[in-house]
């Protein structure tokens, strides 16, 4: 039996431009809350960009503001890239490591702001050249019984072997799929400096990765969890759930 949806639409329309405070519709607007349909994030630049919220499948009564990189409008992408470029930036990476999936969208955009010719991309597709030995199994909160592997072609294996990486995706969430991605490049000698993200939601992830590698994520942004009221929603007290991401 599907939930019944409260304060949710479709997503068609989101990710597509930025606005000013004073553009922002009513019921999606900065304070306390409560926010009807969509949350919205202050970027650094002091623009806005607001996310759809999303119900939990599993307990409808709890929400989250929601990213997905390559459904977005291309100007977007391209300034939320350059954004996370530049928290990267300090740590002057040799190369960019975009994490599937939504990651890919936004690895060439901070290669591209870091001076970089390329980056280097994870994927969750076997070519029939892939060695079993240079992949890591993906655990899932959402799909515990899932069997899938995220992998790096070892053709590129020489680019990350001994250098200093960054790691890029869109958003943490649990920290489930961030994880195996990041021991598949410290297996292969790769240093770590730092993982980039746009969104850190909620702060689940934490506990997923341990304090030495959770003090090395960088986020344009954070959500908090989200709950129902009769109005809309409202941020969550109980913290440390999330989606997996």
């Known amino acids: 039996m599907t939930a019944k949806a409260h304060f949710t639409e479709p997503t068609t329309n989101y990710w597509q431009h930025f606005a000013t405070e004073a553009e922002l519709p009513e019921g999606s607007?900065?304070?306390?809350?409560?926010?009807?349909?969509?949350?919205?994030?202050?970027?650094?630049d002091g623009r806005f960009l607001v996310l759809p919220i999303r119900q939990l499948r599993d307990d409808p009564s709890?929400?989250?503001?929601?990213?997905?990189?390559?459904?977005?409008?291309?100007?977007?992408?391209?300034?939320?890239?350059?954004?996370?470029?530049?928290?990267?930036?300090p740590f002057a990476p040799e190369v960019v490591v975009g994490m599937p999936t939504l990651g890919l969208a936004l690895a060439p955009v901070v290669a591209r702001e870091l001076g970089l010719g390329r980056m280097v991309p994870l994927g969750y597709s076997r070519k029939y050249w892939y060695e079993q030995e240079l992949s890591a199994k993906v655990q899932s909160i959402t799909a515990p019984d899932d069997a899938k592997r995220v992998y790096l072609d070892p053709n590129l294996m020489?680019?990350?072997?001994?250098?200093?990486?960054?790691?890029?995706?869109?958003?943490?969430?649990?920290?489930?799929?961030v994880d195996a991605p990041w021991r598949l490049v410290e297996s292969v000698d790769a240093e770590v400096l730092a993982c980039g993200v746009v969104m850190r939601q909620s702060d689940r992830w934490v506990a997923t990765l341990g304090p030495e590698r959770a003090a090395k994520v960088v986020g344009v942004f954070d959500t908090p969890m989200l709950a129902a009221v009769e109005t809309g929603w409202v941020r969550r007290v109980k913290s440390g759930d999330a989606l997996t991401g």
Do not use: C, F
């Open 158 to 177: 020489p680019l990350l072997s001994g250098r200093r990486v960054v790691l890029v995706d869109d958003a943490i969430s649990s920290g489930a799929t």
């Open 62 to 89: 709890v929400a989250v503001a929601s990213l997905i990189a390559n459904q977005a409008a291309i100007e977007v992408v391209d300034a939320l890239g350059a954004m996370l470029a530049r928290l990267l930036a």
């Open 29 to 44: 607007r900065p304070g306390d809350g409560p926010w009807r349909y969509g949350y919205p994030v202050r970027l650094p």
